[in-house]
């Protein structure tokens, strides 16, 4: 078919690209462009696993919101960073992406020390940073107006596991073996503020980064009669801690924070880690909830040589909740509309942890975890979700 232009015959196609050329052009240019979120993440280095497997998450998220239109019609651009798990090269790389970028949030930063570094640039650039994979008490509490978080920070976790301890376990000769920094004296607040209302001792044990000889605070604890060992650190640590107790011929249980429930602790710890107990934050990989395999069957799909984690869960479902975010605030991207979608999240329930709650004065959104234990070569959840109290 074709139409009369002057004296000109011009094909129908041809008419109808002209039109839809001229409605782009009458929509908004914003309405066009992608939304752009950033991250910083060590993707080299010793984390570098944990940082790349955590933007695995969040590119796999957004590829599949892509997918199914963006959100509002806008697709979502993610730009990541590496910071080899330095703060100042966060700080560097957060005001690339905010002032070069111009990405409009900051998503998923990896790495506790890192993230904390970053708040004064988030408080002065005013820019939302959301769900980063941490656990800082800091983050939270006071409450910034920009930054909310999905993981329970290892205070919360220290509560849930006292409790356990004490009231399921009926165990009250605790020592914590922690990694001397800001994380493990976060962790013993949490364990001090719970043994401390039943008016427990608290048998407190520190070790510094990098040690590699346990020998001496294992030692220690054994000699103080202790029954159950709170281990705080990574789980090439933990391994060497219950390796030097089983060289002893002690068993004590062991019990620890979200790290000690990675797979790798069976791979260091081999069949010493049988037994031990550890917070879970969110739901394992070999769960059986739709929530969980839809993620699994996402990662492959997306990205199909690379291996799910609990790390790269985190990644996606920080970005699942941000497009929840997006459409919560009308497609708005600015900083009030961020926060004040973020703060209408109630008893949100992704399906891969606790249900989140935020509000103006609570910007932490789960402060509950559950207890596993690990049985035959495997992390198996063995409470529902336990609110820190």
């Not at 002893?248 to 620890?256: E, R, T």
Request: glycine share 10%.
């Amino acid at each position: 078919m074709q139409e009369r232009t002057g004296t000109r015959l011009l094909p129908r196609r041809a008419i109808l690209a002209a039109g839809a050329a001229i409605v782009m052009a009458a929509l908004p240019a914003k309405a066009q462009e992608p939304i752009k979120v950033g991250m910083s993440g060590p993707f080299s280095g010793g984390l570098s696993l944990l940082g790349q497997s955590v933007r695995d998450g969040v590119e796999v998220a957004f590829a599949e919101i892509n997918d199914q239109g963006g959100v509002g019609g806008r697709k979502l651009q993610f730009i990541a960073e590496d910071d080899g798990y330095e703060p100042m090269r966060t700080i560097a790389s957060a005001r690339k992406l905010v002032e070069q970028d111009k990405v409009v949030s900051l998503l998923a930063v990896t790495g506790t020390a890192p993230s904390a570094a970053l708040l004064p640039f988030v408080t002065e650039s005013k820019t939302p940073m959301l769900f980063p994979y941490a656990f800082s008490h800091s983050l939270t509490t006071p409450v910034k107006r920009d930054v909310f978080t999905t993981l329970p920070e290892v205070r919360v976790q220290m509560l849930v596991l006292a409790n356990y301890i004490l009231k399921d376990l009926k165990q009250t000769k605790v020592a914590a073996i922690y990694q001397n920094d800001d994380f493990g004296q976060d962790a013993v607040a949490g364990l001090d503020e719970r043994f401390g209302r039943d008016k427990m001792p608290l048998v407190k044990l520190p070790f510094d980064r990098g040690t590699t000889n346990f020998s001496g605070v294992v030692a220690q604890a054994k000699a103080a009669g202790v029954e159950h060992v709170v281990f705080l650190g990574i789980p090439k640590d933990a391994a060497l801690v219950m390796r030097e107790a089983n060289n002893l011929g002690w068993k004590p249980q062991f019990s620890g924070h979200n790290a000690l429930g990675d797979p790798q602790t069976f791979q260091l710890a081999g069949p010493l880690a049988e037994g031990a107990i550890a917070i879970a934050v969110m739901e394992p990989l070999d769960s059986d909830k739709p929530a969980v395999k839809a993620f699994i069957a996402a990662q492959q799909k997306y990205k199909p040589n690379t291996k799910p984690t609990t790390y790269s869960m985190h990644g996606y479902q920080a970005g699942k909740i941000y497009a929840e975010v997006l459409k919560r605030s009308g497609g708005k991207t600015d900083e009030a509309s961020i926060v004040s979608a973020l703060e209408s999240l109630k008893a949100f329930d992704t399906g891969l942890m606790a249900p989140l709650t935020f509000s103006a004065d609570q910007h932490a959104g789960s402060l509950s975890g559950a207890i596993m234990k690990a049985e035959g070569g495997k992390w198996k959840i063995i409470s529902g979700w336990l609110a820190a109290n």
